[in-house]
């Protein structure tokens, strides 16, 4: 069975509003952060096991004027992947490999999961992310946590209603000190053999 991963950049005080305050830009015009290696291995092994994300219509909305057109690691893996996109509205723009889905989450969820494949994640979505943590439908849950605080913007776990256990599978820090952190749910589904 696939499991449902969020994959997400925050600050160590659950910032997660706007990355770009959170990582120095990069000096290559085709990287929107600046991640130190362990980071960019940390991405790189979550994106290994996903072939396929779900999405927030907003989110899908903001990614596909700019991820079409950018290039490197993650751009290959967004462009390349099925985008489920949570939506009661068409689709009013091309992105390769976009479905509209609709329906209770739980509903898309179990669909997701019972589809053949690898792991499904959610990048972004940040109101995705906190009502699949409200309705203990996240399997597991990989953070880099960056030493900054203060940012402006919404945190990861505000106004979730009532407490989620989670269970440390791996942490780490990096050379930037950035937390690699993966979470997953007592219960998930054992990973998946591709």
Same mark, same amino acid.
């Given at each position: 069975?696939?499991?449902?991963? +969020?994959?997400? !950049?925050?600050?160590?005080?659950?910032?997660?509003?706007?990355?770009?305050?959170?990582?120095?830009?990069?000096?290559?015009?085709?990287?929107?952060?600046?991640?130190?290696?362990?980071?960019?291995?940390?991405?790189?092994?979550?994106?290994?096991?996903?072939?396929?994300? !779900? !999405?927030?219509?907003?989110?899908?909305?903001?990614? /596909?004027?700019?991820?079409?057109?950018?290039?490197?690691?993650?751009?290959?893996?967004?462009?390349?992947?099925?985008?489920?996109?949570?939506?009661?509205?068409?689709?009013?723009?091309?992105? +390769? $490999?976009?479905?509209p889905?609709? $329906?209770?989450?739980?509903?898309?969820?179990?669909?997701?999961?019972?589809?053949? $494949?690898?792991?499904?994640?959610?990048h972004?979505s940040? /109101?995705?992310? /906190?009502?699949l943590?409200?309705?203990? !439908?996240?399997?597991?849950?990989?953070l880099?946590?960056?030493?900054?605080?203060?940012?402006? $913007?919404?945190?990861?776990?505000?106004?979730?209603k009532?407490?989620?256990?989670?269970?440390?599978?791996?942490?780490?820090?990096?050379?930037?000190?950035?937390?690699?952190l993966t979470?997953?749910r007592?219960?998930?589904?054992?990973p998946?053999?591709?």
């Open positions: 069975m696939r499991k449902i991963v +969020a994959f997400t !950049l925050m600050g160590i005080d659950g910032a997660v509003e706007d990355p770009s305050l959170l990582f120095p830009p990069s000096d290559l015009p085709d990287e929107p952060f600046s991640f130190d290696e362990e980071s960019e291995a940390f991405e790189a092994e979550v994106i290994a096991t996903q072939d396929a994300i !779900l !999405l927030g219509r907003n989110q899908w909305e903001e990614w /596909q004027r700019f991820w079409p057109g950018a290039s490197g690691p993650f751009a290959d893996f967004i462009n390349g992947v099925d985008k489920y996109v949570l939506t009661s509205r068409p689709l009013d723009a091309e992105w +390769a $490999g976009s479905v889905v609709q $329906g209770s989450l739980p509903d898309v969820i179990e669909e997701l999961r019972a589809k053949p $494949g690898s792991d499904v994640g959610v972004g940040i /109101q995705l992310v /906190q009502s943590i409200e309705a203990d !439908l996240l399997d597991e849950l990989r880099i946590a960056t030493p900054v605080v203060g940012a402006p $913007g919404r945190r990861l776990f505000d106004n979730l009532a407490p989620q256990r989670y269970r440390l599978v791996s942490a780490a820090a990096s050379s930037t000190g950035n937390l690699l979470y997953d007592p219960g998930s589904p054992s998946v053999e591709s």
